[in-house]
C-alpha cells in the first residue's frame, strides 16, 4: 500500500483562492554554501516549562528528540528512527523496522525496548497525543509492532509526533536534563529567561551546520522589535503592525504563509433559556439562523480584513486546513455582497425602522462578538468584521475584549473569535464531530450537530490510511448538500490566514518551511537542522 501522502500544492496557490494578499515572492533557495557562522540567537514570546516529550513537551518535541517518522515540508510521511514501515492488510498492524546507526546524545544506542518504553509511558499520561486507540505494543529484535483497536487513518501523523527518549534515563529530573537522539542537545536552561541548544555531534541525519542556539524569552514586541534594532538577536518574531511600520538595517523580513485560521464560531442553535452541563446559557436566537450566518460569509471581503487588520499580511480563509491535502477546494467561496444581502431578505431580516440595523420579529439582528481581551489581532479583525456587517449588510456586531475565564462562561451563548490551524485532519473531527458539541474544551462551543458530516467525520478517522480517508475529511466539508462549510451549514466563519513574520539577519537560511500551523514560535524551529549562514 502507499505510504506516501502527497500536499496539494496547487490548492495553496490556486488563484483568488488561498493566494496571500501582499503577494509576496517565495522564500529565496537555499545558499550554496555556509560563510562559517555557527551561531543562532532568537527572540521568543515564551519558553517551555519542561522538556518531557511524555508528560506534555511536544512543541518544538523534533528539535530534541526523533519520532519514528516524521512528515517532510510537502507532508509526505518519510523514514526517521525508522528504516522502512508496513501496514498489515487490516490496518490495525504497523510495523516499524529501526535504523541500527542511532545514537541518544549520551551516546547510548536507541534501542526497540526505548521505543516500547516510551509509548507505553506515554499512554498512561494525559497529554494532547492520543494513544487510547493502541491495543498492545511488541518489540522484539530490531522492530517495534504497533497494534491499534481499530484502524485510525491520522494514527501514522500522532507517531510523528511521539519522541523517543532512553529508558534507564528516565529519571525523576529528566524533564529538565533530557537526553534525545534528534539534531539538538539541551545544555542550560534558565527558566522563563532562556535556553540553549547545542548541535548533537552524534545525530543519524547529518550534524546540523548551526552549532549553538540561544532562545531568548521576550514576551512583549517592543522588546524583540528593540532586540532586533539594537542588533541583539539574529531572528525575532514581528507583529503585521510592527512589519508594516518598520524596517531595519541588516535584516529582512521573512513570511511564512500559514493555516492559522481566525473566524466566528457562531452558535447555531436558539437560546431556549435552557442550561448546558456546566450551568450555562445555550444558543443564540440571531446567529441560529442560518441566513444570517451565511450572510456573514459571503458578505465579509476578507481581502480587505486581511488589509484592514493585518496590514495585508495574510490570506482569505475557507476552511480549517486550507492548502493541507485534505482541504476541499469547493469551500472557498467569493465574496457577493448582493448574494449576501438577498439571503438575509429570504430569511425575513429588513430594517423595518430605519436605523440601519435589520431584524425580524422584533429581534434586532445584533449580537456581541467575543475576543481574548489583549489579543491585538482578534480585536482587529473582529472589528474590521464588525465595520463591514454594519455598514455593508445592516449587521450590528458588539466587539468585545473578555478574559478567558468568562469567555468560557458565554461561548455557548454568543458567538466568539476563534484561531485554530494544524498539520493533523483530526482537527476537523474535534471541531466539528457531535460528541463534541457544547463542551467546555472551546473546539465545537457552537453546538454544532449533523448526522451527515458525523458520518463523514467517522468515516474519515476509522480509514485505513491517510490516502484513503481524504475524500471523507473533504466531504465533511462540503458533499453538495451538506457540509461544515461556509457552502453548507456555516456553523464557522472563517476570515482569515495570518502569514507569520519575522525579522531575520541578512545571512541567515531558515530552510523550507511546512505551511505554519497555529502559533508563530514552534513552527518556525520545526526544521532548525536545515538553518545555516550565507
Same mark, same amino acid.
Given at each position: 500500500?502507499?505510504?506516501?501522502?502527497?500536499?496539494?500544492?496547487?490548492?495553496?496557490?490556486?488563484?483568488?483562492?488561498?493566494?496571500?494578499?501582499?503577494?509576496?515572492?517565495?522564500?529565496?533557495?537555499?545558499?550554496?554554501?555556509?560563510?562559517?557562522?555557527?551561531?543562532?540567537?532568537?527572540?521568543?514570546?515564551?519558553?517551555?516549562?519542561?522538556?518531557?516529550?511524555?508528560?506534555?513537551?511536544?512543541?518544538?518535541?523534533?528539535?530534541?528528540?526523533?519520532?519514528?517518522?516524521?512528515?517532510?515540508?510537502?507532508?509526505?510521511?518519510?523514514?526517521?528512527?525508522?528504516?522502512?514501515?508496513?501496514? #498489515?492488510?487490516?490496518?490495525?498492524?504497523?510495523?516499524?523496522?529501526?535504523?541500527?546507526?542511532?545514537?541518544? #546524545?549520551?551516546?547510548?544506542?536507541?534501542?526497540?525496548?526505548?521505543?516500547?518504553?516510551?509509548?507505553?509511558?506515554?499512554?498512561?499520561?494525559?497529554? +494532547?497525543?492520543?494513544? !487510547?486507540?493502541?491495543?498492545?505494543?511488541?518489540?522484539?529484535?530490531?522492530?517495534?509492532?504497533?497494534?491499534?483497536?481499530?484502524?485510525?487513518?491520522?494514527?501514522?501523523?500522532?507517531?510523528?509526533?511521539?519522541?523517543?527518549?532512553?529508558?534507564?534515563?528516565?529519571?525523576?529530573?529528566?524533564?529538565?536534563?533530557?537526553?534525545?537522539?534528534?539534531?539538538?542537545?539541551?545544555?542550560?536552561?534558565?527558566?522563563?529567561?532562556?535556553?540553549?541548544?547545542?548541535?548533537?555531534?552524534?545525530?543519524?541525519?547529518?550534524?546540523?551546520?548551526?552549532?549553538?542556539?540561544?532562545?531568548?524569552?521576550?514576551?512583549?514586541?517592543?522588546?524583540?522589535?528593540?532586540?532586533?534594532?539594537?542588533?541583539?538577536?539574529?531572528?525575532?518574531?514581528?507583529?503585521?503592525?510592527?512589519?508594516?511600520?518598520?524596517?531595519?538595517?541588516?535584516?529582512?523580513?521573512?513570511?511564512?504563509? !500559514?493555516?492559522?485560521?481566525?473566524?466566528?464560531?457562531?452558535?447555531?442553535?436558539?437560546?431556549?433559556? $435552557?442550561?448546558?452541563?456546566?450551568?450555562? +446559557?445555550?444558543?443564540?436566537?440571531?446567529?441560529?439562523?442560518? $441566513?444570517?450566518?451565511?450572510?456573514?460569509?459571503?458578505?465579509?471581503?476578507?481581502?480587505?480584513?486581511?488589509?484592514?487588520?493585518?496590514?495585508?499580511?495574510? #490570506?482569505?480563509?475557507?476552511?480549517?486546513?486550507?492548502?493541507?491535502?485534505?482541504?476541499?477546494?469547493?469551500?472557498?467561496?467569493?465574496?457577493?455582497?448582493?448574494?449576501?444581502?438577498?439571503?438575509?431578505?429570504?430569511?425575513?431580516?429588513?430594517?423595518?425602522?430605519?436605523?440601519?440595523?435589520?431584524?425580524?420579529?422584533?429581534?434586532?439582528?445584533?449580537? +456581541?462578538?467575543?475576543?481574548?481581551?489583549?489579543?491585538?489581532?482578534?480585536?482587529?479583525?473582529?472589528?474590521?468584521?464588525?465595520?463591514?456587517?454594519?455598514?455593508?449588510?445592516?449587521?450590528?456586531?458588539?466587539?468585545?475584549?473578555?478574559?478567558?475565564?468568562?469567555?468560557?462562561?458565554?461561548?455557548?451563548?454568543?458567538?466568539?473569535?476563534?484561531?485554530?490551524?494544524?498539520?493533523?485532519?483530526?482537527? #476537523?473531527?474535534?471541531?466539528?464531530?457531535?460528541?463534541?458539541?457544547?463542551?467546555?474544551?472551546?473546539?465545537?462551543?457552537?453546538?454544532?450537530?449533523?448526522?451527515?458530516?458525523?458520518?463523514?467525520?467517522?468515516?474519515?478517522?476509522?480509514? +485505513?490510511?491517510?490516502?484513503?480517508?481524504?475524500?471523507?475529511?473533504?466531504?465533511?466539508?462540503?458533499?453538495?448538500?451538506?457540509?461544515?462549510?461556509?457552502?453548507?451549514?456555516?456553523?464557522?466563519?472563517?476570515?482569515?490566514?495570518?502569514?507569520?513574520?519575522?525579522?531575520?539577519?541578512?545571512?541567515?537560511?531558515?530552510?523550507?518551511?511546512?505551511?505554519?500551523?497555529?502559533?508563530?514560535?514552534?513552527?518556525?524551529?520545526?526544521?532548525?537542522?536545515?538553518?545555516?549562514?550565507?
Amino acid at each position: 500500500m502507499k505510504r506516501i501522502l502527497k500536499a496539494a500544492a496547487g490548492l495553496l496557490l490556486a488563484p483568488g483562492i488561498f493566494a496571500g494578499c501582499t503577494g509576496k515572492e517565495p522564500a529565496a533557495p537555499p545558499p550554496e554554501k555556509s560563510a562559517g557562522k555557527t551561531e543562532v540567537l532568537l527572540g521568543f514570546s515564551g519558553l517551555p516549562a519542561h522538556f518531557d516529550p511524555l508528560n506534555g513537551f511536544s512543541n518544538g518535541v523534533q528539535l530534541l528528540y526523533s519520532g519514528l517518522v516524521q512528515t517532510d515540508p510537502d507532508m509526505n510521511i518519510i523514514p526517521d528512527l525508522a528504516e522502512s514501515y508496513r501496514v #498489515s492488510g487490516d490496518a490495525l498492524t504497523y510495523t516499524f523496522t529501526l535504523r541500527k546507526d542511532v545514537l541518544f #546524545s549520551d551516546g547510548t544506542p536507541v534501542s526497540p525496548e526505548d521505543v516500547l518504553f516510551s509509548y507505553t509511558t506515554l499512554m498512561q499520561n494525559a497529554t +494532547s497525543l492520543d494513544l !487510547s486507540g493502541v491495543s498492545r505494543i511488541r518489540a522484539q529484535d530490531n522492530t517495534v509492532e504497533i497494534t491499534l483497536k481499530k484502524p485510525n487513518s491520522v494514527f501514522i501523523l500522532t507517531v510523528a509526533q511521539v519522541g523517543i527518549v532512553p529508558k534507564d534515563a528516565y529519571t525523576p529530573d529528566f524533564a529538565l536534563k533530557p537526553i534525545g537522539s534528534g539534531p539538538f542537545k539541551l545544555v542550560q536552561y534558565d527558566v522563563d529567561q532562556q535556553f540553549i541548544l547545542e548541535a548533537n555531534e552524534t545525530y543519524y541525519g547529518g550534524v546540523p551546520e548551526v552549532k549553538r542556539v540561544t532562545f531568548l524569552k521576550m514576551a512583549s514586541e517592543d522588546t524583540r522589535l528593540l532586540a532586533a534594532k539594537s542588533g541583539q538577536v539574529d531572528i525575532t518574531l514581528v507583529s503585521a503592525t510592527i512589519a508594516a511600520s518598520n524596517r531595519i538595517p541588516g535584516y529582512k523580513l521573512l513570511v511564512e504563509k !500559514s493555516v492559522d485560521n481566525m473566524g466566528i464560531a457562531a452558535p447555531v442553535t436558539p437560546n431556549l433559556g $435552557g442550561k448546558n452541563e456546566y450551568g450555562y +446559557s445555550v444558543g443564540n436566537n440571531v446567529t441560529s439562523d442560518p $441566513g444570517i450566518r451565511k450572510a456573514l460569509a459571503f458578505g465579509l471581503d476578507r481581502q480587505k480584513i486581511c488589509a484592514d487588520a493585518l496590514n495585508g499580511f495574510g #490570506s482569505p480563509a475557507y476552511s480549517e486546513n486550507d492548502g493541507m491535502p485534505w482541504s476541499n477546494p469547493e469551500s472557498a467561496i467569493p465574496f457577493d455582497l448582493e448574494y449576501a444581502k438577498k439571503l438575509l431578505d429570504d430569511a425575513g431580516w429588513i430594517d423595518t425602522d430605519g436605523d440601519g440595523i435589520r431584524e425580524k420579529g422584533g429581534l434586532k439582528a445584533s449580537f +456581541s462578538l467575543l475576543y481574548f481581551a489583549g489579543d491585538s489581532v482578534r480585536q482587529a479583525v473582529g472589528m474590521a468584521a464588525s465595520q463591514q456587517a454594519r455598514t455593508n449588510l445592516g449587521l450590528e456586531i458588539i466587539v468585545e475584549g473578555v478574559g478567558e475565564e468568562d469567555i468560557a462562561k458565554r461561548m455557548f451563548s454568543e458567538p466568539i473569535i476563534l484561531a485554530w490551524g494544524s498539520s493533523n485532519p483530526m482537527t #476537523s473531527y474535534m471541531l466539528f464531530h457531535s460528541s463534541n458539541a457544547g463542551k467546555n474544551d472551546w473546539y465545537n462551543p457552537e453546538n454544532f450537530r449533523n448526522e451527515t458530516v458525523d458520518r463523514y467525520l467517522e468515516a474519515g478517522l476509522n480509514a +485505513s490510511s491517510l490516502e484513503e480517508a481524504l475524500p471523507f475529511w473533504k466531504q465533511a466539508q462540503w458533499d453538495g448538500f451538506t457540509g461544515t462549510s461556509m457552502r453548507g451549514a456555516a456553523p464557522y466563519i472563517f476570515l482569515i490566514n495570518k502569514d507569520h513574520l519575522y525579522f531575520v539577519r541578512e545571512g541567515l537560511y531558515t530552510g523550507r518551511q511546512k505551511i505554519h500551523a497555529h502559533g508563530e514560535a514552534w513552527p518556525l524551529v520545526a526544521n532548525l537542522r536545515e538553518w545555516r549562514w550565507e
